[in-house]
């Protein structure tokens, strides 16, 4: 049972034009959204997030939306770079009282393709 | 500085053998995550440690697999008897405290190929 999903596997965006990855949950305990960034032959590195408590965080050209009520969340990259392209992961962590607060769980994955 | 580094890099080894795969996390971090992504999935979580010892294992896929810490630093994930299923990509993370979520680092990882 997939608890975030991302149903785009890959998505195409001209340069200089707004890419929106999508992201959506079924666990009404997560509490708190990351959005990780992945280049061939590295690891994924943090790039924004978001608590519960908030709809929008924003970050230079990246912007994290949150809608609880359809269990969605979005990524804006404004304006797009070809330095953007890679894949992008949705993560979200729940909070329990004693062990497992830490864990995250990911998404498949959204690879970003920015054309020159 | 240095971020958190994994070896090998890639490992090929047959069905039934016993690999190691090595996580050194960045200096100062207590906590470190070991996570797999096989291919089409996400990031599957495995195991975590704070310091030296593991409160959650529940993520570790069967008993073949173990890990441990030493030291509060570097971490081995055994995989006994490998199956070909165990292919993946292994990622290791770590954090300054268990708390602190979002500031996980991650390694490279070690590609893990089954024959």
């Known amino acids: 049972d997939q608890q975030v999903k991302q149903n785009s596997p890959s998505l195409s965006v001209q340069e200089g034009r707004i890419s929106i990855l999508n992201c959506d949950y079924t666990?009404?305990?997560?509490?708190?959204f990351l959005w990780y960034k992945k280049y061939p032959a590295e690891g994924p590195t943090f790039l924004i997030s978001?608590?519960?408590?908030?709809d929008k965080n924003e970050d230079g050209r990246f912007t994290v939306f949150l809608n609880k009520s359809a269990k969605h969340l979005s990524l804006h990259i404004v304006p797009s770079q070809p330095g953007d392209s890679a894949v992008y992961f949705c993560?979200?962590?729940?909070?329990?009282?004693?062990?497992?607060?830490?864990?995250?769980?990911f998404g498949k994955g959204t690879k970003l393709s920015v054309i020159p | 500085g240095a971020g958190v580094s994994q070896s090998p890099s890639n490992k090929v080894t047959e069905k039934g053998k016993d690999v190691e795969l090595r996580c050194d996390p960045i200096s100062g971090h207590t906590a470190l995550y070991w996570y797999r992504q096989s291919l089409g999935q996400g990031l599957e979580f495995l195991i975590y440690f704070q310091g030296n010892s593991a409160p959650d294992k529940s993520g570790l896929p069967s008993d073949r697999f173990s890990a441990e810490r030493t030291g509060g630093s570097v971490s081995t994930l055994t995989i006994q008897r490998t199956q070909q299923e165990d292919s993946a990509v292994y990622l290791c993370?770590?954090?300054?405290?268990?708390?602190?979520?979002?500031?996980?680092?991650f390694g490279p990882g070690t590609r893990l190929t089954v024959t």
């Open positions: 978001i608590s519960s408590i908030k």
């Open positions: 993370a770590s954090s300054l405290a268990s708390d602190r979520v979002y500031e996980q680092y």
């Open positions: 993560a979200a962590r729940a909070t329990y009282s004693g062990a497992g607060s830490y864990q995250l769980t």
């Open positions: 666990n009404s305990m997560f509490d708190y």
